[in-house]
Nanobody
Framework: QVQLVESGGGLVQAGGSLRLSCAASGRTFSHYDIGWFRQAPGKEREFVAAISWNGGNTYYADSVNGRFTISRDNGKNTVYLQMNSLKFEDTAVYSC????????????????WGQGTQVIVSS
């Protein structure tokens, strides 16, 4: 069973950048596709980006495509989310999770959720 811990959140001005990390325990981390989601206050959890087990494939929500980049380092058991050109509407708690099926964007297809890290973008 893999366990995920997110970090790297914080307060940033609009237009700025942050890099989030999703660190995993367990020797089989490299077997898993990983997704990032976010949830703003009063809103449902929404898909942000996902990366395949070897990093060879990625896909993004339209709202972040071109601004965010997902990557991974299996040697460090970590998936990253580089967020550039941040907007006020990117404010949310960001969580990573293991994908049960590749290509899915709904939270119910993911498991082993981390606790999340808060991102606040000031306008």
């Amino acid at each position: 069973q893999v366990q995920l811990v997110e970090s790297g959140g914080g307060l940033v001005q609009a237009g700025g950048s942050l890099r989030l990390s999703c660190a995993a325990s367990g020797r089989t981390f490299s077997h898993y596709d990983i997704g990032w989601f976010r949830q703003a206050p009063g809103k449902e959890r929404e898909f942000v980006a996902a990366i395949s087990w070897n990093g060879g494939n990625t896909y993004y929500a339209d709202s972040v495509n071109g601004r965010f980049t997902i990557s991974r380092d299996n040697g460090k058991n970590t998936v990253y989310l580089q967020m550039n050109s941040l907007k006020f509407e990117d404010t949310a708690v960001y969580s990573c999770a293991v994908a049960n099926n590749w290509g899915q964007r709904k939270p119910e297809w993911y498991g082993a959720w981390g606790q999340g890290t808060q991102v606040i973008v000031s306008s």
